[in-house]
Structure formats: structure tokens, C-alpha cells
């Protein structure tokens, strides 16, 4: 069974910094598989954070993140990560780890827009103060 499990979630001030985790179950960080981290944004829109592709050489990440957060990907444990820096009270969602069911699938900046994803994970909240 495809599974994947966030974790790291958690509350900080403004300013602070959180690491979230993406464990993969059911298969592997194939280089050609297109991983990604989403938050909820509203009851209706899930909004594209950052995307990891070619075994983590290739990245793309939404502006509202770009400086401040860094995906990366470690295979012998089969995980992906999301490390978030300077958070801003603005960045409070529930994060959600994705992944493509297949290998080859496009993940340039378009893909952020794009919520088509065969693999989500369950969801781990962030909550920053000010």
C-alpha cells in the first residue's frame, strides 16, 4: 500500500523555523518521480509550496516561500523534507506531503498550480504567531 506520513508540524513565533517530514511507504524516491509539499489554504484551495524531481538536483518553490524554504529528499531513508525559516503568521496552514503514482511525470514551476497528484499524505498543521 502507497503511503505517505508528514510529520513536524507544530506552533512558533513569527521569525522561527519548523522542519517537516514526508516519509514514503509502498514505494521509492524513483529519480523521475515528481514529490511536492501543498497547504491548505481555504476549504476549497490547496496551494503548491515547493517541488522536488532528479533525485533532488532539480527544485521549484511558490514566491511566497522562495529564500526562506528548502526542499530536499534523503533516499536511503526514503524521505522528503521541507525546511521553513523566517516563518511569517501568513505561512499558517495544513501542509501536505504529495507524490506522483508514476516516474516522468512534468514538475517545472507549472506544476505548483496543479493539485494532480496520485499520493497525499494525511496533512501536519503549522500555526505561526506574530
Known amino acids: 500500500q502507497v503511503q505517505l506520513e508528514e510529520s513536524g508540524g507544530g506552533s512558533v513565533q513569527s521569525g522561527g523555523s519548523l522542519t517537516l517530514s514526508c516519509k514514503l511507504s509502498?514505494?521509492?524516491?524513483?529519480?523521475?518521480?515528481?514529490m511536492g509539499w501543498y497547504r491548505q489554504i481555504s476549504t476549497n484551495r490547496r496551494e503548491g509550496v515547493a517541488l522536488?524531481?532528479?533525485?533532488?538536483?532539480?527544485?521549484e518553490y511558490a514566491d511566497s516561500v522562495k529564500g526562506r524554504f528548502t526542499i530536499s529528499q534523503d533516499d536511503a531513508k526514503n524521505t522528503i523534507y521541507l525546511q521553513m525559516n523566517d516563518l511569517k503568521p501568513e505561512d499558517t496552514a495544513l501542509y501536505f506531503c504529495?507524490?506522483?503514482?508514476?516516474?516522468?511525470?512534468?514538475?517545472?514551476?507549472?506544476?505548483?498550480?496543479?493539485?494532480?497528484?496520485?499520493?497525499w499524505g494525511q496533512g501536519t498543521q503549522v500555526t505561526v504567531s506574530s
Open positions: 504529495a507524490g506522483d503514482s508514476g516516474t516522468r511525470g512534468y514538475c517545472g514551476a507549472a506544476r505548483l498550480k496543479r493539485t494532480d497528484f496520485g499520493v
Open positions: 509502498g514505494y521509492n524516491l524513483d529519480i523521475g518521480r515528481c
Open positions: 522536488i524531481y532528479y533525485g533532488g538536483s532539480r527544485t
